[in-house]
């Protein structure tokens, strides 16, 4: 009963993001429960690296090259992953960036890449895997937010707009097909050690002292971290979860 509730198999998976860091995480949980993998992402190395390496442990996996800002791309994605693998069943929109200034030196076209990369890519997948889920009966689109999506970050605002703008999206999918018995949900992640944190904890002092101090687990989140949520709102364990947006945090957000 309880391995049935959180099986994959037979079901496809579009991980954007997913050739590295929490999207490899997620990734890596969806294959081990027995879906098949498209990872998207720009860089190809990347991603036929993982993918070899997804395959190697008996998994079905395609690397699809795309930028995720791109309309058309994201529409000949979609096409290439339900051509190859069949159907589309669960959408991980996890590809995101961050420029890390204050409003006052924030740029227009640095304002709009954040916004685009985290917040209007999740829009362009969404809308274009949704004719597939509904086709199919149902499906699952989980969104990845932050911890900006609750508190402000002076450093980033454009980051923080785009991860509170995600999680009103994700509300706002789950209204408009829950009747498709498409389930949407929102993750969001604590401080997790990735390559976009990476820099950050290399170029401001004290931060990664100062986020072990306010984490209750004590520690620094890891891409592994996100393999258990990933299955949990792809399966049907997960039924009747929509709309919600759940902190992976060790603790971060209900530290006062
Ligand atoms: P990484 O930098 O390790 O991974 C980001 C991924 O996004 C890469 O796989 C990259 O692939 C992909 N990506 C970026 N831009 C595009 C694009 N335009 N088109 C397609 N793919 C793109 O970061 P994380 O794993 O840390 O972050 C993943 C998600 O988790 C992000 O949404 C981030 O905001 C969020 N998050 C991370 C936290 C953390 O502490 N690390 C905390 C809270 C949220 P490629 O370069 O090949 O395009």
Same mark, same amino acid.
């Given at each position: 009963?309880?391995?049935?509730?959180?099986?994959?198999?037979?079901?496809?998976?579009? &991980?954007?993001?997913?050739?590295?860091?929490?999207?490899?995480?997620?990734? +890596?949980?969806?294959? *081990?429960?027995?879906?098949?993998?498209?990872?998207?992402?720009?860089?190809?190395?990347?991603?036929?690296? &993982?993918?070899?390496?997804?395959?190697? *442990?008996?998994?079905?996996?395609?690397?699809?090259?795309?930028?995720?800002?791109?309309?058309?791309?994201?529409?000949?994605?979609?096409?290439?992953?339900? +051509?190859?693998?069949?159907?589309?069943?669960?959408?991980?929109?996890?590809?995101?960036?961050?420029?890390?200034?204050?409003?006052?030196?924030?740029?227009?076209?640095? %304002?709009?890449?954040?916004?685009?990369?985290?917040? /209007? !890519?999740? =829009?362009?997948?969404?809308?274009?895997?949704? #004719?597939?889920? +509904?086709?199919?009966?149902?499906?699952?689109?989980?969104?990845?937010?932050?911890?900006? !999506?609750? =508190?402000?970050?002076?450093?980033?605002?454009?980051?923080?707009? !785009?991860?509170?703008?995600?999680?009103? =999206?994700?509300?706002?999918?789950?209204?408009? %097909?829950?009747?498709?018995?498409?389930?949407?949900?929102?993750?969001? #992640?604590? %401080?997790?050690?990735?390559?976009?944190?990476?820099?950050?904890?290399?170029?401001?002092?004290?931060?990664?002292?100062?986020?072990?101090?306010?984490? #209750?687990?004590?520690? %620094?989140?890891?891409? /592994?971290?996100?393999? @258990?949520?990933?299955? =949990?709102?792809?399966?049907?364990? !997960?039924?009747?979860?929509? *709309? /919600?947006?759940? #902190?992976?945090?060790?603790?971060?957000?209900?530290? @006062?």
């Amino acid at each position: 009963m309880t391995t049935k509730l959180f099986d994959l198999g037979g079901k496809v998976a579009i &991980v954007t993001g997913g050739n590295g860091g929490i999207g490899l995480g997620m990734a +890596r949980g969806l294959a *081990g429960a027995g879906a098949d993998i498209a990872i998207v992402g720009r860089d190809e190395a990347k991603s036929n690296a &993982v993918v070899t390496g997804l395959g190697q *442990g008996g998994t079905r996996a395609i690397s699809v090259v795309a930028d995720v800002t791109d309309e058309a791309a994201v529409i000949a994605m979609v096409e290439r992953v339900r +051509r190859e693998l069949g159907r589309i069943d669960i959408l991980v929109n996890n590809a995101g960036i961050n420029i890390r200034k204050p409003p006052h030196a924030l740029d227009t076209a640095e %304002w709009d890449s954040v916004i685009k990369t985290n917040l /209007t !890519s999740a =829009f362009l997948c969404s809308r274009a895997v949704y #004719p597939a889920m +509904r086709d199919a009966g149902g499906g699952k689109i989980v969104n990845i937010g932050s911890m900006m !999506s609750i =508190f402000g970050a002076s450093f980033a605002p454009a980051y923080a707009a !785009s991860k509170g703008g995600i999680v009103q =999206f994700t509300r706002s999918c789950a209204v408009a %097909w829950a009747a498709d018995n498409i389930q949407v949900n929102a993750v969001l #992640p604590g %401080w997790i050690d990735t390559d976009l944190t990476r820099r950050a904890r290399e170029e401001v002092a004290g931060l990664h002292d100062k986020v072990l101090a306010r984490t #209750p687990a004590a520690r %620094w989140g890891a891409s /592994t971290d996100f393999a @258990g949520i990933a299955v =949990f709102l792809s399966s049907g364990a !997960s039924d009747f979860v929509t *709309g /919600t947006a759940i #902190p992976v945090d060790g603790g971060f957000s209900i530290m @006062g």
